[in-house]
């Protein structure tokens, strides 16, 4: 367990990979309080930012808690393990984003789970923030631990490390489950009576009220502790709406996976795929209206100065209106270069005319998901598409002027054979021949593969899934067979999908092989670069549990992990549908051929939410202020001069540049574009400082189409939209010329000089040569570093240091002159206080 201390970043940030992702100040994000009075609950994703920053589940929690004054929401996520290894090394616990304060002030712990590879991300969270990992080894003083999200409806792996667990949506019952632990906490309730009133609410899981039974290695019953709570039926949220709270998105400033506005235009999908979990978890469907998504999309754009927008559903092209919808996106957002993107597209729904739209300012490649390489595998699956299908919708994009088309398909699906995986080749070659001959530049295919994981609560949940070494087999053959020109394959690593197979179908055994392997150093298992099954395996072995046998076929007479949870769809139903998938027979989709018999629906309180039409027009397309921007006959320069100090020194060079573009875009300001496939503001910045340094020297020049009305009115327009860490100084007209050379200049402030600093200083300065070598891109090269130094002094133990640069030439910076030259050890030249106060510019003639 980690020992409690105050949180001093400035000792360990520096010394990190990517430290921007451990500040926080992202535009949007709450304050950093905390307060006695209110319940202040911490959301966790357990994992890196960069992926949690795009889960659109944890935004919508963040938004609705913090827009209720009795609630105060902060966010955190998994640590990189060169940040673990240090908050473990300085003895500090993991802190939120937004108060820098120890989890284990928070009430309440709020933790999604996404995936099964996160779980042993789970347990580093809880170990950071000094809470035992067992719930029922916590007490009164250790916050409230909740779960929820996609695997909350099989949690049984790491049940026994949570309180509590949310089954479905969580927009109502959050707001439920935080009154009643305000309630608790005002009035000192026993953990014990707060989780007994806990499971009253319909929706909550509590897994101490459930206890597994085993005989023979096998789970042969649940019980249930309290007999007024048997089993556990997921919310459902009955209709979408307008959402308010998600007018204004977080933003962030270190790059996300998926880094756009997600607007979610439906949830649910009723098409029947009979692998798929979410397509029965998810049930009903439920559209917003295309006025509410028109809402979303203008507020969200006009707060964020996102740069593309992305249309969310499980099935976006079974959205009723998406043709009208995606025109009337395209008219409003095309001038202002924000382009409309979906995710992988259901084959027979992406049509020329969306294509038409999608075209409109970036046109990339888009996906389609096949799943299997032969009509008679899709029809097992319930697919409802045809190869002749996936062909025209392949001979429709090549037309409109496609180069890449990406496909998507399974392995191991019940019934494959040797055809079906052969078939996967075959089809894409003839998808690829829809470009026809002598069209312009060759066309790619890309396929990506995954091996099939049988999921809970699906048709195929009692299926087997290939062992490790058919999975191998069977992507190794794709390999052999895919010709090499225009065709590439990517898979995803059969070790990854074994594991995951293992925890998606696992019983609460597994709580202790998570525990063992998490020891043993399990981390980022999501994450090729940290997986090793091998020690998988190993912590199987000591844990007495044979991992094959979680992938074996079960008996519909069994007892399934899962069964004391309900996600609304009967059993019946789905023991239904996998009779009919033997028998590759089609389940139509209830939102167009009628009730199919799930059992979700009660068709008062929740059913489908279909608009088979607009309920009326779309709002008008508000008029883009920069409409003349796509071929401006000259532009208007400026320079813009701005200081980055405390946390913003963190930020990488990349991150800074699309931070100045999205404040630049949410300004206003009539920015020109560069003309092309993918066109970018014309803006050009300063040379990049290095992470960890402060600046109050710091420029970017930005072309306009029309003159600034008042430069000081923009200084502050621009504040206004910047992180408080970054100041705009002044606003210029931009010079011209390049600087052939420069003298910049820093101060540099550490408690660590070393005790002969004066020798090394005047042995340096008296030196006519100090030539150093460097080891870059596997070569070595030498430097001479004296001629790149203009000045080094100290005064009041403040090193002053003067680096000259020329234009096109190799040159030093600050922290290569403390090591080479001063000798600091790596860490402390990190460590080290650096701010770049100046810069002299010698400008060469246009």
Not at 713 to 733: F, K
Not at 774 to 803: I, M
């Amino acid at each position: 367990m980690v020992v409690s201390a105050s949180i001093d970043l400035d000792r360990i940030l520096p010394l990190v990979r990517k430290p921007g992702q451990y500040v926080g100040g992202e535009l949007h994000a709450v304050n950093g309080r905390l307060d006695a009075a209110c319940l202040n609950v911490c959301l966790i994703f357990p994992d890196l930012y960069e992926i949690g920053m795009s889960h659109q589940g944890l935004q919508i929690l963040y938004h609705i808690l913090n827009g209720d004054e009795r609630f105060i929401a902060h966010r955190a996520y998994v640590p990189d393990v060169d940040m673990e290894k240090e908050l473990r090394a300085q003895g500090m616990e993991l802190f939120s984003l937004e108060a820098k304060a120890p989890l284990s002030r928070y009430d309440v712990l709020g933790i999604t789970l996404p995936y099964e590879l996160c779980y042993t991300n789970i347990l580093t969270v809880l170990d950071l923030a000094g809470l035992p990992l067992r719930a029922a080894m916590r007490t009164e003083a250790h916050p409230l631990v909740l779960g929820g999200g996609p695997c909350s409806l099989n949690p049984e792996p790491v049940a026994e490390f949570f309180d509590a667990i949310v089954l479905g949506d969580g927009e109502e019952i959050i707001v439920e489950i935080g009154e009643l632990l305000l309630r608790a906490k005002n009035e000192r309730w026993a953990r014990t009576t707060v989780l007994d009133q806990l499971a009253r609410i319909a929706g909550v899981y509590v897994p101490a009220f459930f206890a597994p039974q085993y005989q023979h290695g096998r789970l042969t019953r649940i019980d249930a502790l309290q007999p007024q709570y048997p089993l556990v039926r997921k919310r459902v949220l009955p209709r979408m709406g307008s959402a308010p709270y998600l007018h204004r998105p977080l933003v962030p400033v270190v790059n996300p996976v998926h880094d756009r506005l997600g607007v979610e235009i439906a949830r649910g999908c009723t098409r029947g795929c009979r692998f798929c979990q979410a397509g029965m978890t998810y049930r009903p469907v439920r559209e917003r209206t295309l006025e509410e998504i028109m809402e979303l999309a203008n507020q969200g754009i006009a707060h964020s100065g996102f740069e593309e927008l992305a249309l969310l559903s499980l099935s976006t092209g079974d959205f009723s209106c998406l043709a009208e919808l995606m025109g009337a996106l395209m008219d409003r957002f095309a001038d202002d270069f924000v382009s409309v993107s979906m995710p992988s597209m259901r084959v027979g729904t992406l049509t020329p005319e969306i294509m038409e739209q999608i075209k409109r300012v970036r046109k990339t490649g888009f996906t389609v998901a096949p799943e299997a390489g032969t009509d008679r595998l899709r029809e097992v699956i319930n697919k409802g598409i045809s190869e002749q299908d996936l062909l025209a919708t392949c001979r429709d994009a090549f037309a409109l002027g496609w180069k890449l088309i990406k496909l998507y398909f399974m392995v191991g699906l019940p019934t494959e054979t040797e055809d079906d995986v052969d078939g996967i080749i075959a089809l894409a070659k003839k998808a690829r021949a829809q470009v026809g001959q002598g069209k312009g530049r060759p066309v790619q295919v890309n396929l990506g593969v995954a091996t099939f994981v049988p999921k809970p609560h699906t048709p195929f949940q009692w299926e087997g899934q290939l062992s490790l070494e058919e999975s191998k087999q069977r992507i190794n053959r794709l390999k052999q067979l895919l010709p090499r020109q225009g065709y590439k394959l990517k898979w995803h690593d059969p070790e990854q999908s074994f594991l995951e197979g293992v925890f998606a179908r696992g019983d609460r055994r597994l709580s202790l092989l998570l525990e063992t392997a998490w020891l043993d150093g399990a981390r980022l298992d999501s994450w090729s670069e940290h997986f090793n099954l091998e020690r998988w395996q190993q912590a199987a072995a000591k844990c007495g549990l044979e991992l094959d046998e979680y992938l074996r076929r079960r008996e519909l007479t069994e007892t399934l992990p899962w069964e004391h949870l309900h996600s609304g769809v009967d059993r019946s139903f789905l023991e239904s549908e996998y009779t009919k998938a033997l028998r590759r027979e089609y389940t139509p989709d209830c939102r167009n051929q009628g009730c199919q018999g799930c059992g979700l629906c009660d068709f008062k309180t929740v059913r489908p939410v279909v608009h088979s039409r607009p309920a009326r027009e779309p709002a008008p397309a508000v008029p883009s202020v920069r409409q003349e921007n796509r071929q401006p006959p000259q532009g208007y320069s400026y320079r813009v001069s701005y200081a980055r100090l405390g946390d913003s020194r963190f930020y990488g060079h990349l991150e800074l540049l699309q931070l100045v573009f999205r404040t630049l875009q949410r300004a206003g300001l009539p920015l020109l574009f560069s003309s092309g496939f993918n066109p970018t503001p014309r803006v050009s910045f300063s040379q990049a400082l290095p992470v960890g340094v402060e600046s109050l020297a710091e420029f970017f020049d930005m072309d306009l189409s029309q003159p600034l009305a008042s430069m000081d009115d923009t200084v502050a327009l621009l504040n206004s939209q910047l992180p408080e860490t970054i100041r705009v100084t002044g606003i210029s007209l931009a010079p011209r010329g390049v600087a052939a050379c420069s003298i910049t200049s820093y101060t540099i402030q550490t408690q660590l000089w070393p005790a002969d600093l004066g020798q090394r200083m005047a042995d340096f300065l008296g030196r006519n040569t100090f030539v150093i070598d460097r080891f870059r891109k596997n070569r070595h090269k030498e430097l001479d570093l004296r001629p790149l130094v203009a000045r080094l002094e100290l005064t009041d133990a403040t090193l002053r240091l003067d680096l000259l640069g020329h234009q096109g030439q190799p040159g030093t910076n600050p922290r290569e002159v403390l090591e080479k030259v001063l000798g600091l050890p790596a860490r402390e030249a990190l460590l080290a206080r650096i701010i770049k106060t100046g810069v002299q510019e010698m400008v060469a003639p246009s």
